[in-house]
């Protein structure tokens, strides 16, 4: 199975900073890695896909790169609804799996 | 606008078995491979099945193969999970998800369901 590693596991960060999130493949999964945020008690929701495609009605301030094992999710300046969890995705293989998650925490 | 709603969520003991049911709603439901995913107590996501459109292929995760089975009934637009040999650490909530795959981008999940809890204890 195709492994997924993010970090950092959490984050405290305040309104208006820039955060980078990173994410790695164990094999190259060329740019099928997704993004998905989580509030608590919601199911997640997508914001990037194919690791820099912006689903619609996400804002800009999200962004996504990279290609084969390393991806990047930037939010250009934070929001007080940006604080949740955030967990990578690859759908190269069809054996899915997902990152261990990042949490953003209120400095 | 897509709608997922999950049911047949429960408390049941060890051993024993539980049908989760997601209704699709909105979409052409027969158009679109279908995951279920779980998510344990203070845990991260955990993929746990697909099942492609027209239901010719399923895959499952290593933690639940060969206890259970997705399935979909294009005629009623509804997605199941049939969950046997229950254990605790099959305890979580449990989403289902639609899956829309890009030429070049490859799967993405974009319509998940509220979630339905499963509570596997003695």
């Known amino acids: 199975d195709i492994q997924m590693t993010q970090s950092p596991s959490s984050l405290s960060v305040s309104v208006g900073d820039r955060v980078t999130i990173t994410c790695r493949a164990s094999?190259?999964?060329?740019?099928?890695l997704n993004w998905y945020q989580q509030r608590p008690g919601k199911a997640p929701k997508l914001l990037i896909y194919g690791a820099s495609s912006l689903q619609s009605g996400v804002p800009s301030r999200f962004s996504g790169s990279g290609s084969g094992t390393d991806f990047i999710l930037t939010i250009s300046s934070l929001q007080p609804e940006d604080f949740a969890t955030y967990y990578c995705q690859q759908s190269y293989s069809n054996l899915y799996t997902f990152g261990q998650g990042t949490k953003l925490e209120i400095k | 606008q897509a709608q997922l709603v999950e049911s047949g969520g429960g408390v049941v003991q060890p051993g024993r078995s539980l049908r989760l049911s997601c209704a699709a709603s909105g979409f052409t439901f027969s158009d679109y491979g279908m995951h279920w995913v779980r998510q344990a107590p203070g845990k991260g996501l955990e993929w746990v099945a697909v099942i492609w459109f027209d239901g010719s292929e399923k895959y499952y995760a290593d933690s639940v193969e060969g206890r259970f089975t997705i399935s979909r009934d294009n005629s009623h637009n509804t997605l199941h999970l049939q969950m046997n040999s229950l254990r605790v650490d099959d305890t979580a909530v449990y989403y289902c998800a639609r899956e829309v795959v890009g030429a070049t981008t490859g799967g993405r999940w974009d319509y998940w369901g509220q979630g339905t809890q499963v509570t596997v204890s003695s």
């Open positions: 094999q190259s999964i060329r740019i099928y």
